[in-house]
């Protein structure tokens, strides 16, 4: 089922039974904001959260983001999609090798 931000928004407006979820706030700290959900949307909102595997206020916060135009799945999708190195193109080199030395220094404390 395809998210657009319109639909973000509606779902957000319809709110209508209590919860406190933490959203991020600019001065890098969290905020708790109540909302008032009707049973229906409240069992739904627990649903998508334990299927996505994450918790009730990181589905929210997404959805939210969404919806304010803070984050955009389709670019990301874009730019895997682009071939184009994202992070650190070395980040998977030799992996093995950095593990074994850790376990080494670990072991050697």
Not at 23 to 28: I, T
Not at 34 to 56: K, M, N
Request: proline letters at 6%; a negative charge.
């Amino acid at each position: 089922m395809a998210s657009t931000p319109e639909a973000d928004v509606a779902w957000v407006s319809s709110l209508a039974v209590s919860s406190r979820i933490p959203l991020p706030s600019s001065m890098g700290s969290n905020m708790t904001l109540t909302l008032h959900l009707d049973p229906t949307l409240e069992a739904r909102v627990s649903q998508e959260a334990r299927r996505l595997g994450i918790s009730e206020s990181a589905f929210v916060q997404d959805v939210l983001q969404r919806a304010l135009g803070m984050k955009n799945p389709a670019e990301l999708l874009d730019a895997v999609r682009s071939n184009t190195p994202m992070g650190d193109p070395d980040a998977s080199e030799h992996v093995s090798d950095r593990i074994r030395e850790k376990l080494r220094a670990q072991r050697a404390d």
